[in-house]
């Protein structure tokens, strides 16, 4: 049984960093996708990064292009979100997803999901 498992939320003012990580156990298959997605109070969740674990190539949100990184450590089996210069907007639950459909993944249906960690910027 594949488990997702999100930690490193918490609360920061404008201009601050986090990182997170995501505990990923149970995966048989290799490699595959992960991604970061976020959902903000009222809002729709959207993606924010996604990485394949194969090669490591990414791609990220036009919003938080250049303040975070998303990276993944096969080792370890954990992703990972450095956020930089969080903003206010920031504001949402974070969500990983893993898939190995990238499509499926980035419309936010992907098969497996952690339980989502908080994270608050205040201004």
């Known amino acids: 049984q594949v488990q997702l498992v999100e930690s490193g939320g918490g609360s920061v003012q404008a201009g601050g960093s986090l990182t997170l990580s995501c505990a990923a156990s149970?995966?048989?298959?290799?490699?595959?996708?992960m991604g970061w997605f976020r959902q903000a109070p009222g809002m729709e969740r959207e993606r924010v990064a996604s990485?394949?674990?194969?090669?490591?190539?990414?791609n990220y949100d036009d919003s938080v292009k250049g303040r975070f990184t998303i990276s993944r450590d096969n080792a370890k089996n954990t992703l990972y979100l450095q956020m930089n210069s969080l903003k206010p907007e920031d504001t949402a639950i974070y969500y990983c997803?893993?898939?190995?459909?990238?499509?499926?993944?980035?419309?936010?249906?992907?098969?497996?999901w952690g339980q989502g960690t908080q994270v608050t910027v205040s201004s």
């Open positions: 997803a893993a898939d190995l459909n990238l499509g499926r993944l980035n419309l936010g249906r992907g098969l497996y």
């Open positions: 149970g995966v048989t298959y290799s490699p595959y996708y």
């Open positions: 990485v394949w674990t194969g090669s490591g190539s990414t």
